[in-house]
């Protein structure tokens, strides 16, 4: 078999929203490891992948942290591959006011968001686990990142954080490793739903985004441009993708 058969991109979060589209798309061209923490959903995103048959499932619970890493080593060397892209797109949105945050309701965002990314990259940058494989790391975001909302405070610290982590991998990993992050504005996803349910949300979102709200196939196309060679000489952006929403000053 052809070496390159023997390398996966890793996408985390596929079972649903953003991370699933991105490995739709992806699977025409790739070998993917779907993670998520359900095994039916898994299974679905897989069975709508093209070329069903060559992608791996990896089931992990981001928030227990501890047992990331020997899953992750177990899986890639019982399978005999390595990992040259990966994709973190899991995510929890837990929105509280700051009176109401709780060191346990904090740590499950960050884990989540940030601490599992972090890693992920640690362990596929180990020769004796992933063989110097590791080319492209991509995390998805937000423009909250750069911004500030009431009960969001979680969410954006661990964004953020996220972004912050980019730009240090990017210096400390490159030339080898490229590292950028997709910063999505106002999409439909399974995480927003709650939110695009109240009308006034969607007119007044509607009025501030210059070119309307977005689709997951925006930042799809983002995603694939990122993790393909026509970006070789990108790493360390943050790459919006938010109809003008983070230019818009008016009131």
């Known amino acids: 078999m052809p070496e390159t058969q023997n390398l996966y991109t890793l996408i985390t979060g596929a079972s649903s929203g953003i991370g699933r589209a991105i490995a739709e798309r992806l699977s025409e061209k790739r070998h993917l490891i779907l993670h998520g923490r359900d095994l039916q959903r898994l299974e679905a995103c897989r069975s709508h992948c093209a070329h069903p048959e060559m992608h791996l499932l990896w089931m ?12 992750l080593t177990k899986l ?17 949105l837990t929105l509280l006011p700051v009176r109401a945050v709780t060191h346990a309701a904090f740590s499950k965002v960050l884990d989540a968001n940030l601490v599992s990314a ?3 990259v640690s362990l596929l940058v180990k020769r004796r686990v992933n063989r110097q494989q590791l080319k ?6 937000s423009i909250a990142s750069n911004f500030g909302a009431p009960g969001f405070s979680m969410y954006i610290a661990s964004k953020s954080g996220l972004d912050g982590l980019m730009r240090a991998l990017a210096v400390e990993l490159g030339p080898g490793v490229r590292v950028n992050s997709i910063l999505p504005g106002g999409i439909r996803t399974p995480m927003t739903t709650s939110l695009l349910e109240d009308r006034e949300v969607v007119d007044k979102l509607a009025r501030d985004y210059p070119l309307g709200l977005g689709e997951m196939g925006d930042i799809v196309d983002a995603a694939e441009f990122l993790t393909s060679e026509s970006s070789r000489w990108i790493t360390g952006q943050q790459f919006v ?3 003008g929403r983070s230019i818009n000053i008016s009131i």
Not at 60 to 70: I, R, T, Y
Request: proline share 2%.
């Open 136 to 141: 492209n790391v991509l995390f998805i975001s």
């Open 60 to 71: 992990h619970d981001f928030c227990d942290l501890e047992g990331l890493a020997p899953s």
């Open 118 to 120: 972090a890693e992920i």
């Open 241 to 243: 993708v938010d109809g």
């Open 76 to 92: 890639l060397a019982e399978t005999d591959i390595a990992v040259d892209c990966l994709v973190h797109s899991a995510a929890v």
